[in-house]
């Protein structure tokens, strides 16, 4: 395996380069390794299951911890849902479960977000905010037809909310909820479905073997890395951060794999 063959590096965000979103400090070996492939005009993407914050919000967060990178080569859990609609229905009425971040991306996709019926899509993503009226909204609109889609895939997450630093409800949970009161099946958009990482890819301007994807998790950022024919590299963090995602069949088992990203200098 020839690293220095490899056009693009796409990393994952939390536990990867930064601990979480809500708590932006870097690993420093992740903080060589990125400058390291900036020195070498790599081309650096990022490609997170965050669903609740923008493409530009995450942008925030890593930058302010030193990784310096284009908001147009951020992508969220939330932006490839936006994109799966489009695809589908550029003119679809949705509504939204989310933190904010996810509706900014639907926004700056063109999709049409709106509270009120008809709804073609309801895409529920991780909100700590989240009213009984919405979900109970959420469930009618599916009852009445609409399309349950997941924005990422959590069970549970760790955060700071309203000053409490604690574990959370995810997006998941939410629509299990949904599914049961409606005996609808969900889609969930994001890792470790192997479209998100071909459509990043191609968004870029590359095949999926010209690509590397860096992440902590074996089940999303391996899983569908692997599926979608990328070179892929684990990096082992406490374990005890890795979020829990279902991967079903698909292959977990990294190329590549490193106690720290730094070990990835001398390979590049």
Known sequence: MNLRDKKLWIFDVDNTLIHDVEHPTPFADALKLWNALTEKNYELAILTN?????????????????FMIQTERVFTAGSATAAYIYNRNPNARCF???EGGAQED?????L?????????????????????QELNFATKMVKEGASLLCISG???????????????????SIVYAIEH???????????????????TVKVLGHQASDAVIIGDNPQSD??????????????QRDPNDIVSFESGDLDTTPIITVQLLDELISKI
Do not use: C, H, W
């Open 50 to 66: 965050v669903g609740r914050l923008s493409s530009r919000q995450v942008n925030q967060a890593i930058s302010k911890a030193g």
């Open 96 to 98: 939204v479960i989310s």
């Open 106 to 110: 639907f926004v700056a996709r063109g």
């Open 112 to 132: 049409n977000v709106t509270n009120n019926p008809p709804i073609d899509y309801v895409a529920v993503g991780a909100d700590r905010g989240m009213t009984y």
């Open 154 to 172: 959590s069970k549970d997450y760790p955060g700071v909310y309203l000053g409490l630093d604690d574990i959370f409800i995810g997006e998941l």
């Open 181 to 199: 009161a409606t005996g609808s099946k969900s889609v969930v958009v994001g890792k470790p479905l192997p479209e998100i990482f071909t459509e």
């Open 222 to 235: 391996i899983a569908g890395g692997n599926a979608a024919g990328m070179t892929t590299i684990l990096v």
